[in-house]
């Protein structure tokens, strides 16, 4: 795709940097959210990377043979720039010809938007498709679940897509139902490539109108497309997984061993990893339990597949992954603070979950044996333990059912109530659906007219600060949304209510100069040279958006930023102070709002 006029960009952290509205990258287009919504990229229209991302809503099906939590995108994009013919044709090549991947053109099926009330059926792309060589038995037609992509949030961009699947050759698996079709869940087709064209604005009153820019975003995941190419019938007999399931293997007891535990183990180590080195720490909410979640569920798998004593040994696989990756996405296994940093926090967090592990036992026995001896005296026949309890050591201790199943299969019982384990688990995913329903309503990103003044404001506060404070302030964090910032800078030394004071003083006096906020582009090390500053200047490539805020050439605040602008500060509102904090050692935390 470079060769066709493609800039490579890198890939973004697993922290979305300026959007509050979902914990992870989940895709690789989430990064370039703004520019598909018009906002002009520093590298052009045509765009190209890998990048890293992770989802954990399909984290029941991780084991499988082509599911991942953590998963590498590869993508390409048109800003307003070509469209159809050449996605499809580059696409078709890029799997088929010699020069690339050389897959058998015979073994590749595609998918199309069928048509509805709002959309017509893209007889475009089946006329593409038919053009490159592929016959009309091998192009399906479905509606809006399986072939369109958006919008992001209640309303804006969005259209139809059209996928591509490679047959793997394997048999139909008869339980998955009597007929095999693409999305059958036998896995004979394996998805590869997602074209999604960009074609409609969906307005507030439910229509749709032509969009217009029209925008290509493709996304093509490495783990499968690695297993299609060396011909494995799971993502984790590939070379990205081997020497992780080859380690897990070495460190499990042979006559405990079981391959979907150790798949699940690779694959949350693997996450684990890479969200440890961007920055996230086990906790109770958010990013930091989803890193928790992966870990306990991964240590309670290792320590049916070995012991309590070895659960250290997750610490071994995750040096694993280091060695690995080394070299790529700001990993460093040579690094011995990186090295130290992942240790630490794997075996910080296993070991609190040890005295879990141990309290979850106690109770079961303390549950199960009477009911054991109750069946005993009665001479009862076999009954299960109720599915509520199981549910309560799930929910509590981390226990998977199926371990509270096999415990009480062993102590004398019929295992667990599944129907009444499954009624609570219901009860459980609705509430936390609608938990996650009210968090990322808000779609992929937040282009608010209020969120874009304070994406300002947290510029005018990082100016403030360097002035009052001194230059040893730099930003350390942020996370923006409609209602406030939030922004981390260091500072070895708690902030003074009068230095707050005069923080908050400077920054509405530049609110009420009414400056302009200028845009320009350049390249990275111009803007290195210009003095701009910058969080995560190695992500944006090489161009980058330069916000500066100044009067007759008086600047007062030059920064690099991918996130949403007001174009005048005059336009904010007054600036507010509502809480200074510390985060952690040289790290200070200060919240603000923008009071109209």
Same mark, same amino acid.
């Given at each position: 795709?470079?060769?066709?006029?493609? %800039?490579?960009? /890198?890939?973004?952290?697993?922290?979305?940097?300026?959007?509050?509205?979902?914990?992870?990258?989940?895709?690789?287009?989430? /990064?370039?959210?703004?520019? +598909?919504?018009?906002?002009?990229?520093?590298?052009?229209?045509?765009?190209t990377? =890998?990048?890293?991302?992770?989802?954990?809503?399909?984290?029941?099906?991780?084991?499988?043979? %082509?599911?991942?939590?953590?998963?590498?995108?590869?993508?390409?994009?048109s800003?307003?720039?070509?469209?159809?013919?050449?996605?499809?044709?580059?696409?078709?090549?890029?799997?088929?010809?010699?020069?690339?991947?050389?897959?058998? @053109?015979?073994?590749?099926y595609?998918?199309?938007?069928?048509?509805?009330?709002?959309?017509?059926?893209?007889?475009?792309?089946i006329?593409?498709?038919?053009?490159?060589?592929v016959?009309?038995?091998?192009?399906?037609?479905?509606?809006?679940?399986?072939?369109?992509?958006? &919008?992001?949030?209640?309303?804006?961009?969005?259209?139809?897509?059209?996928?591509?699947?490679?047959?793997?050759?394997?048999?139909?698996?008869?339980?998955?139902g009597?007929?095999?079709?693409?999305?059958?869940?036998?896995?004979?087709?394996?998805?590869?490539?997602?074209?999604?064209?960009?074609?409609?604005?969906?307005?507030?009153?439910?229509?749709?109108? /032509?969009?217009?820019?029209?925008?290509?975003d493709?996304g093509?995941?490495?783990?499968?497309?690695?297993?299609?190419?060396?011909?494995?019938?799971?993502?984790?007999? %590939?070379?990205?997984?081997? @020497?992780?399931?080859?380690?897990?293997r %070495?460190? @499990?007891?042979?006559?405990?061993?079981?391959?979907?535990?150790?798949r699940?183990?690779?694959?949350?180590?693997?996450?684990v990893?890479?969200?440890?080195?961007?920055g996230?720490?086990?906790?109770?909410?958010?990013?930091?339990?989803?890193?928790?979640?992966?870990?306990?569920?991964?240590?309670?798998?290792?320590?049916?597949?070995?012991?309590?004593?070895? +659960?250290?040994?997750?610490?071994?696989?995750?040096?694993?992954?280091?060695?690995?990756?080394?070299?790529?996405?700001?990993?460093?296994?040579?690094?011995?603070?990186?090295?130290?940093?992942?240790?630490?926090?794997?075996?910080?967090?296993?070991?609190?979950?040890?005295?879990t592990?141990?309290?979850?036992?106690?109770? !079961?026995?303390?549950?199960?044996?009477?009911?054991?001896?109750?069946?005993k005296?009665?001479?009862l /026949?076999?009954?299960?333990?109720?599915?509520?309890?199981?549910?309560?050591?799930?929910d509590?201790?981390?226990? &998977?059912?199926? +371990?509270?199943?096999?415990?009480?299969?062993?102590?004398?019982?019929?295992?667990?109530?599944?129907?009444?384990?499954?009624?609570? !688990?219901e009860?459980?995913?609705?509430?936390?659906?609608?938990?996650?329903?009210?968090? =990322?309503?808000?779609?992929?990103?937040?282009?608010?007219?209020?969120?874009?003044?304070?994406?300002?404001?947290?510029?005018?506060?990082?100016?403030?600060?360097r002035?009052?404070l001194?230059?040893?302030?730099?930003?350390?964090?942020?996370?923006?949304?409609?209602?406030?910032?939030?922004?981390?800078?260091?500072?070895?030394?708690?902030?003074?209510e009068?230095?707050?004071?005069?923080?908050?003083?400077?920054?509405?006096?530049?609110i009420?100069?009414?400056?302009?906020?200028?845009?320009?582009?350049?390249?990275?090390?111009?803007?290195?040279?210009?003095?701009?500053?910058?969080?995560?200047?190695?992500?944006?490539?090489?161009?980058?958006?330069?916000?500066?805020?100044?009067r007759?050439?008086?600047?007062?605040?030059?920064?690099?930023?991918?996130?949403?602008?007001?174009?005048?500060?005059? @336009?904010?509102?007054?600036?507010k102070?509502?809480?200074?904090?510390?985060?952690?050692a040289?790290?200070?935390?200060?919240?603000?709002?923008?009071?109209?």
């Amino acid at each position: 795709f470079e060769k066709r006029g493609h %800039t490579v960009i /890198p890939s973004a952290p697993l922290v979305p940097e300026n959007d509050p509205t979902v914990l992870f990258i989940t895709a690789g287009m989430h /990064p370039l959210v703004p520019y +598909l919504l018009g906002q002009p990229h520093p590298s052009g229209k045509r765009l190209t990377n =890998f990048q890293k991302c992770l989802r954990t809503d399909d984290i029941d099906e991780v084991g499988d043979a %082509t599911h991942n939590t953590f998963f590498e995108m590869l993508g390409n994009w048109s800003l307003g720039d070509y469209w159809k013919k050449e996605a499809l044709s580059w696409s078709w090549e890029f799997l088929t010809s010699k020069d690339y991947l050389n897959i058998d @053109s015979e073994k590749i099926y595609v998918t199309v938007f069928a048509g509805d009330q709002d959309a017509p059926k893209d007889v475009e792309s089946i006329e593409i498709w038919q053009s490159l060589g592929v016959p009309k038995e091998r192009i399906f037609e479905y509606g809006k679940k399986e072939n369109w992509w958006g &919008p992001a949030g209640e309303t804006g961009p969005c259209g139809p897509s059209t996928e591509m699947f490679i047959d793997s050759g394997k048999e139909h698996d008869p339980k998955f139902g009597e007929k095999c079709h693409l999305h059958c869940n036998c896995l004979r087709y394996v998805e590869v490539w997602n074209d999604v064209l960009m074609q409609y604005n969906k307005r507030s009153d439910g229509t749709f109108e /032509p969009l217009k820019q029209r925008n290509v975003d493709t996304g093509m995941g490495l783990e499968r497309m690695t297993m299609i190419l060396e011909g494995k019938s799971s993502i984790y007999e %590939t070379e990205l997984f081997n @020497s992780i399931m080859e380690t897990i293997r %070495t460190l @499990s007891s042979p006559d405990r061993y079981d391959d979907k535990s150790a798949r699940i183990i690779a694959d949350h180590i693997r996450a684990v990893v890479f969200l440890i080195v961007d920055g996230i720490t086990p906790s109770n909410k958010e990013r930091g339990y989803i890193l928790r979640r992966l870990l306990r569920r991964a240590a309670v798998k290792m320590f049916r597949m070995s012991s309590r004593s070895t +659960l250290r040994n997750l610490e071994t696989i995750g040096l694993e992954v280091l060695a690995i990756y080394n070299g790529l996405y700001n990993i460093d296994s040579e690094n011995s603070n990186q090295v130290d940093l992942v240790g630490r926090v794997i075996n910080e967090e296993v070991s609190r979950f040890s005295d879990t592990l141990d309290r979850g036992l106690k109770e !079961f026995q303390k549950t199960v044996e009477p009911l054991v001896q109750q069946k005993k005296e009665k001479n009862l /026949p076999f009954f299960p333990v109720p599915g509520i309890f199981a549910f309560h050591l799930y929910d509590t201790y981390g226990f &998977p059912p199926e +371990l509270t199943d096999e415990m009480a299969k062993e102590a004398g019982l019929s295992g667990v109530n599944w129907e009444e384990y499954r009624r609570e !688990f219901e009860k459980h995913q609705a509430l936390s659906r609608a938990g996650a329903e009210a968090k =990322f309503k808000g779609g992929l990103a937040d282009q608010s007219e209020q969120t874009s003044r304070l994406h300002t404001a947290t510029h005018l506060l990082q100016a403030a600060l360097r002035q009052v404070l001194g230059p040893y302030v730099y930003q350390k964090g942020s996370n923006i949304t409609a209602e406030r910032l939030r922004f981390d800078f260091s500072s070895p030394e708690k902030v003074t209510e009068e230095q707050l004071k005069r923080v908050e003083e400077l920054v509405n006096q530049k609110i009420k100069e009414d400056l302009p906020v200028k845009r320009e582009e350049m390249g990275t090390e111009e803007a290195k040279r210009l003095g701009s500053l910058g969080l995560f200047t190695e992500k944006y490539g090489e161009r980058v958006s330069v916000y500066t805020i100044d009067r007759s050439g008086e600047i007062f605040s030059k920064e690099i930023c991918g996130g949403p602008h007001a174009s005048q500060t005059g @336009s904010l509102g007054r600036f507010k102070i509502i809480k200074e904090e510390a985060v952690s050692a040289g790290v200070r935390r200060i919240k603000a709002v923008l009071e109209d």
